[in-house]
């Protein structure tokens, strides 16, 4: 089945510090998520984007599918960004959506 | 404010009880999948549905597990016998498609001891 790899799978910042989480796919892909699971567990949406580059505020993304990779850019970290970061994907020839393993990420005051 | 709904958020429950987990999918919202979040196996796949139908069910242990789609506003999934191995948080999520930017709900914890 499809491979999504994550990295870094941990990562520690001081508050303000920019920060790229990589999510590598083994095939080709027709829909990729991400999403922040809060301290809370909640899973939020941050961004659908099976290709092209998109920005919400601090965070940006960016899809290159060709190249079967995506990455999520966080700029000026606040605290509030700690949290597990997922990359999520669905195969052409499928439906399901399989994540990756996360990359934590912790933002120190 | 639309969103997934999930009950109930908590539930501690003695291995051997029949536990039920509901969820209202976003209105419109026609594929509902439910997936389990374990520390060791993070997040796995149980069920899927389109249209009320049941597409996908291989993820579930077929044995105590069953997952309905009674009508398009409620998906419900059932443990019967529970066991401690259970122990997971089991989210519901919806998309407007096949296709389309699921959603999650805040999810069901479930301790079975």
């Known amino acids: 089945g499809i491979q999504v790899e994550q990295s870094p799978p941990d990562l520690i910042l001081q508050e303000g510090a920019n920060s790229t989480l990589r999510c590598n796919f083994s095939?080709?892909?027709?829909?990729l998520q991400w999403f922040h699971q809060n301290p809370w567990g909640q899973l939020i949406n941050l961004f659908y984007?099976?290709?092209g580059t998109k920005q919400n505020g601090r965070l940006s993304a960016t899809t290159v599918a060709t190249e079967r990779y995506s990455l999520l850019y966080i700029s000026s970290s606040q605290t509030t960004d700690s949290g597990v970061y997922f990359c999520?994907?669905?195969?052409?020839?499928?439906?399901?959506?399989?994540f990756g393993s996360g990359t934590r990420l912790l933002v120190r005051p | 404010d639309a969103r997934v709904t999930q009950t109930p958020r908590h539930k501690v429950t003695e291995m051997g009880q029949e536990v039920t987990m509901r969820c209202q999918p976003i209105?419109?919202?026609?594929?509902v999948f439910w997936y389990r979040q374990t520390m060791m196996q993070g997040l796995e796949l149980l069920a899927y549905?389109?249209?009320?139908?049941?597409?996908?069910d291989s993820g579930m242990p077929k044995d105590r597990f069953s997952a309905e789609m009674p009508d398009a506003t409620l998906a419900t999934l059932k443990i019967q016998p529970s066991e401690p191995r259970d122990s997971a948080v089991y989210f519901c999520?919806?998309?407007?498609?096949?296709?389309?930017?699921?959603?999650f709900g805040e999810g069901s914890r479930l301790t079975v001891l």
């Open positions: 984007i099976p290709s």
């Open positions: 209105l419109g919202h026609n594929t």
């Open positions: 999520s919806s998309a407007g498609g096949w296709n389309g930017e699921l959603f």
């Open positions: 549905f389109r249209n009320r139908a049941p597409l996908d």
């Open positions: 999520a994907v669905r195969m052409d020839s499928s439906y399901k959506l399989i």
């Open positions: 095939d080709s892909v027709n829909n």
